[in-house]
């Protein structure tokens, strides 16, 4: 028998508390995560980056630290998911209606984690950002407390 996925089913699988994990993915799945990614623009990516940020920036680890607009941050949210929407609906049409037709719950979780890794490595592919991160603590570190690895 054909299991059929309801929009709020599929929805609640694309926002996944296990979104960043990789799925298990069949052949299928994976094809849809890689159109996911490669049809992304220039224009995609610099939002995908901003909404990457700002979403590592409201998460509990950074309260306190970091305060984020509300308005942005709902902008953001809702061009990203404009994004994929137009990804997987337009863009990969054609890779992902043989997998919404099968009811593959998993196709929607590999592209959903597919879209978070990918947004992640845009932000961390931004000029300065990988190097600023590095530089940050680098610069507070004491050598000599390393020379033991050195000298021994």
Do not use: H
């Not at 940050?136 to 050598?143: E, T």
């Amino acid at each position: 028998m054909k299991k059929t996925i309801g929009i709020a089913g599929l929805l609640a699988m694309i926002a996944s508390p296990a979104l960043a994990q990789a799925p298990a993915v069949d052949e299928g799945s994976q094809k849809l995560a890689e159109c996911v990614t490669s049809k992304a623009t220039a224009e995609d990516k610099t939002v995908l980056s901003k909404w990457v940020a700002v979403e590592i920036a409201s998460s509990a680890p950074a309260a306190g630290v970091v305060t984020v607009d509300a308005e942005k941050k709902a902008a953001l949210d809702k061009d990203v998911a404009r994004i994929f929407t137009r990804l997987v609906v337009t863009d990969c049409y054609d890779v992902a209606k043989p997998l919404a037709k099968q009811g593959s719950a998993q196709m929607f979780r590999a592209a959903g984690a597919a879209f978070w890794r990918f947004a992640i490595r845009e932000l961390s592919a931004t000029p300065g950002v990988a190097s600023g991160i590095v530089r940050s603590y680098v610069s507070q570190i004491n050598q000599q407390d390393f020379i033991r690895l050195i000298q021994q």
